[in-house]
């Protein structure tokens, strides 16, 4: 299996612009969570889905936060406009069969508001 | 309030020991407990999940215990390697709480 992937791998942006993170979390997997990790705040669940559906946001920072799961192979978060302090790495991960199940990560995308 | 420390953040041994890694919690009706490495600029990888039921999990060169009652992990690696050096990170998942608690993280680093 491919594991979870993510794109794209970096993203740098100027402040007000729109921001589109894709994630394909691994085939099977029921659940999938969308995380940020800074150097402050370490790793923050933002939002979960369970066969597609959001199930928990209330870790979205603001209503500049959005995310989606259109189908059970993609998943995008978006921040529309963005800001300097959206900086950080974005972390997609998935579980098979339950919330409490072992999650796996992807590489994360690493983005920077200018 | 549910917390978990890793102690240290930081270790530095030489290639071919074997260590320890810690991992405390607050209350121990824990559901189960997860560690990973993070590599830099990299993201996160699954080593062993420990349910709140076992005590202990092996995978390799790396095994992991669970104490409830005292609120302890371990992470055993044994032989280390220079590629082993890494940040390693421990989340706990209570029964009252789906989310992983994370700890700060321990940053391994093994000298050749």
């Known amino acids: 299996d491919a594991g979870v992937i993510q794109s794209p791998r970096h993203e740098v942006t100027e402040m007000g612009q729109e921001v589109t993170l894709r994630c394909k979390p691994i085939?099977?997997?029921?659940?999938l969570f969308w995380y940020r990790q800074t150097m402050m705040r370490g790793l923050e669940l933002l939002i979960y889905?369970?066969?597609?559906?959001?199930?928990?946001d209330s870790g979205m920072p603001e209503d500049r936060f959005s995310a989606k799961m259109p189908n059970a192979s993609f998943s995008t978060l978006k921040i529309q406009p963005s800001e300097p302090r959206d900086s950080a790495v974005y972390f997609c991960?998935?579980?098979?069969?339950?919330?409490?199940?072992?999650?796996?990560f992807g590489p994360g995308t690493r983005l920077t508001v200018l | 309030k549910q917390e978990v420390t890793q102690i240290p953040a930081a270790l530095s041994v030489p290639e071919g020991e074997n260590l320890v890694l810690n991992c405390s919690f607050t209350?121990?009706?824990?559901?189960?407990l997860q560690w990973f490495r993070q590599d830099p600029g990299k993201g996160l990888t699954s080593l062993l999940l420990?349910?709140?039921s076992q005590r202990e999990q092996t995978s390799g060169r790396l095994n992991a215990s669970l104490d409830k009652s005292s609120g302890r992990s371990t992470l055993y690696i044994a032989a280390s390697q220079p590629g082993d050096s890494a940040t390693y990170l421990c989340?706990?998942?209570?029964?009252?709480?789906?989310?992983?608690?994370w700890g700060a993280g321990t940053k391994l680093i093994i000298k050749p």
């Open positions: 085939s099977g997997h029921d659940y």
């Open positions: 209350d121990s009706a824990i559901y189960n």
């Open positions: 889905f369970n066969n597609n559906v959001p199930i928990d």
């Open positions: 989340a706990v998942r209570w029964d009252s709480n789906y989310q992983l608690i």
């Open positions: 991960a998935s579980s098979l069969a339950s919330v409490f199940g072992e999650q796996f």
């Open positions: 420990i349910q709140s």
